[in-house]
């Protein structure tokens, strides 16, 4: 009822092809927008914004990254968090070695670098397929922390790899409050999100998406898989260089090679198992999910344990999310593959006869 | 059949060189020389050479494991054969490269289909149109100039196809919940959507009703009429083949045993012994 298209005709194909064709929701992600821009950074507070709010959304778009190659191109990668570090470190040495480069450049230059890297540890792509290539790529995991630990240039010799973020501004407000951060983290995965939705609708994200469904017939029409597939590389590990880059300078400010680990390339893969594989909304639902499930925890447990007289303590309520977790994947992998966007999906298809039954 | 089709023929919109008058079988423009094929110790094909003219229908007919599929394989270079020439457009080439024969104007349906499952109707159809379609990523990114305007332009002329396969109700329907019969329909669109002057059908009528083997020989006969497209189409049902056919090839272990019009072949002993045996 209050959710359908009723009396919205398309006449033409640019009406019928817009990015949110239908009229609620447009006011839905406008309203969402004027809330993450104006509302959020007026009510909320230090905690929020820079422990939760940031992290959500830089996860959002190395999730989103990880997503436009596996759920969109069907390559499947171990590597998301190396990708990371190359932006992160990239950005600190952009910063470092050219005076006065400003701060969104230097992001777009990371990205690329990324990007390049990215590229080469695609080529394996063009010979194997599925799990062989996550283990291709799980090369890329251990080859980039390995040598930013090793190659001291890249950490300009800090004695044990750590580096800590520059002091930046934009045009000349400098960013240095969790309200500043918060801000220039959500405007940077704003647009990206939007480049990505753009990607996806048009020419490129259909030759990923044939790749990854056929590929005999997507070459045998003319979709080249040696440049579709590099490029999905290339523009996802971007992204991924981005979040990185944006998880030193608006999140940590201060990272080692370690906190890019094996462990949080996982952590970005189930984000978008839980979220949606192929979605862009899947990225931010799977990142919300799992950035939110340890705090909820945190609000929810003790009151049950205090209620029902059981004992819970802290270890077991870290031990709690892991088993929520694992739970989960295996659940949606199971009972939903296409993870919280499809089950939105549903839900919307039902809110177009709510509250009738026909 | 054949006068039937030519009557229907309309002012339907045509999307490659619509031949508009009747359409006239022209000079040869596939011609396929000495092609041998083996897997290992299983030779496929042996020496296989068969022409095809332009603007007509050629059958390949053939038991199982004949080769007539990777006759077809080696036409748009999915198999590259050890021996042989293949002739496209006056080109002679050892083999076909997949892209290039796709470039070259060569289309192609599968035998068991293949479709995009995870994509629309629509989507599927579109994908078609990715060669000619000249944007980069970026400008696709930004949703920009040519991007946005090749995006309209070929959405356009893919409703024309939609239109001409009798598929609008399903546009935005993903594939994976069509029934077969309309599976099949929307990958001769996606081939459409090439614009191919050849056209490579495998089995377009396998495991159809008889209905829906009615409608899609008239879509196969509307397209090499409207479009003037080239078809070389691989069947079983004898009857579809003899009726829409000019030509057929008979292939058998591999090798062509006949080539003549449909009343030729069915006269033809090899032909009659290879499908029924013969006694030793």
């Known amino acids: 009822m209050l959710y359908r298209e009723a009396g919205q005709f398309r006449a033409t194909y640019a009406e019928d092809q817009q990015i949110f064709p239908l009229r609620q929701d447009r006011i839905g992600v406008a309203a969402l927008l004027v809330f993450a821009f104006v509302v959020i950074p007026l009510v909320g507070d230090q905690y929020w914004l820079s422990a939760i709010l940031t992290p959500f959304l830089i996860f959002a778009l190395a999730a989103l990254g990880l997503n436009i190659l596996t759920g969109y191109a069907g390559q499947l990668s171990l590597g998301t968090a190396a990708f990371m570090a190359v932006g992160a470190f990239a950005t600190y040495n952009f910063v470092l070695r050219v005076p006065g480069i400003p701060i969104l450049v230097a992001f777009v230059l990371a990205g690329i670098c990324a990007a390049l890297v990215g590229i080469a540890f695609g080529l394996p792509s063009l010979r194997i397929k599925g799990f062989y290539l996550a283990v291709a790529t799980l090369a890329a995991q251990f080859f980039v922390l390995w040598a930013i630990q090793r190659i001291g240039w890249i950490t300009n010799y800090s004695a044990s790899g750590v580096i800590t973020a520059q002091n930046y501004s934009i045009l000349g407000i400098p960013i240095d409050t969790p309200v500043s951060k918060y801000v220039l983290t959500l405007s940077i995965v704003t647009v990206l999100a939007l480049l990505a939705k753009n990607l996806a609708r048009s020419e490129t994200g259909r030759a990923f998406m044939a790749v990854r469904d056929m590929d005999v017939a997507a070459s045998v029409i003319g979709i080249p898989l040696m440049r579709t597939k590099l490029l999905a590389f290339a523009i996802s590990s971007f992204y991924c260089g981005v979040a990185g880059a944006l998880y030193a300078y608006t999140y940590l400010g201060t990272v080692e090679p370690e906190a890019f680990n094996l462990d949080l390339s996982f952590r970005i893969l189930f984000m978008i198992i839980i979220g949606g594989v192929g979605s862009v909304l899947g990225s931010f639902l799977g990142a919300a999910f799992i950035v939110l499930l340890p705090i909820v925890l945190n609000y929810v447990v003790p009151p049950v344990s205090e209620a029902t007289g059981i004992e819970i303590s802290h270890a077991i309520i870290s031990n709690l999310e892991l088993m929520i977790f694992g739970g989960l994947i295996i659940f949606f992998l199971i009972v939903e593959p296409h993870g919280l966007a499809r089950l939105w999906q549903i839900g919307k298809e039902k809110l177009r006869l709510w509250p009738f039954p026909h | ?280």
């Open chain 2, 1 to 280: 059949m054949r006068a039937d089709a030519t009557a229907q023929q309309g002012a339907g919109g045509g999307t490659a060189p619509a031949t508009g008058a009747a359409r006239a079988v022209g000079a040869p423009i596939l011609v396929v020389e000495g092609v041998s094929l083996a897997f290992g110790g299983v030779k496929a094909l042996q020496g296989v050479s068969f022409d095809v003219r332009e603007h007509e229908i050629r059958a390949i007919i053939g038991p199982n494991g004949a080769g007539k599929s990777s006759m077809l394989n080696v036409i748009n270079g999915v198999y590259h054969p050890q021996e042989g020439t293949i002739t496209f457009k006056g080109r002679s080439r050892h083999d076909m490269v997949v892209h290039e024969a796709a470039a070259q104007g060569i289309g192609r349906t599968f035998q068991n289909i293949a479709l995009f499952r995870g994509m629309t109707v629509l989507d599927n159809i579109m994908t078609g149109r990715n060669l000619k379609i000249r944007s980069t990523f970026l400008e696709q990114a930004l949703w920009i100039g040519r991007a946005k305007r090749e995006e309209l332009e070929h959405r356009r002329k893919v409703e024309e196809i939609i239109d001409f396969l009798e598929i609008q109700h399903i546009r935005k329907t993903p594939v994976g919940r069509l029934p077969y019969g309309l599976q099949k329909r929307v990958e001769l669109a996606r081939a459409l959507a090439m614009e191919p002057e050849l056209l490579l059908l495998d089995e377009p009528m396998a495991g159809m009703n008889l209905e829906e083997k009615q409608d899609m020989c008239r879509f196969v006969l509307d397209v090499n009429e409207q479009f003037g497209t080239t078809i070389v189409l691989i069947e079983h049902d004898m009857g579809v083949v003899m009726d829409i056919s000019d030509r057929v090839v008979v292939l058998d272990y591999g090798r062509k045993i006949a080539d003549g019009t449909p009343d030729e072949v069915r006269a033809n002993q090899a032909v009659i012994d290879a499908y029924l045996g013969v006694a030793h």
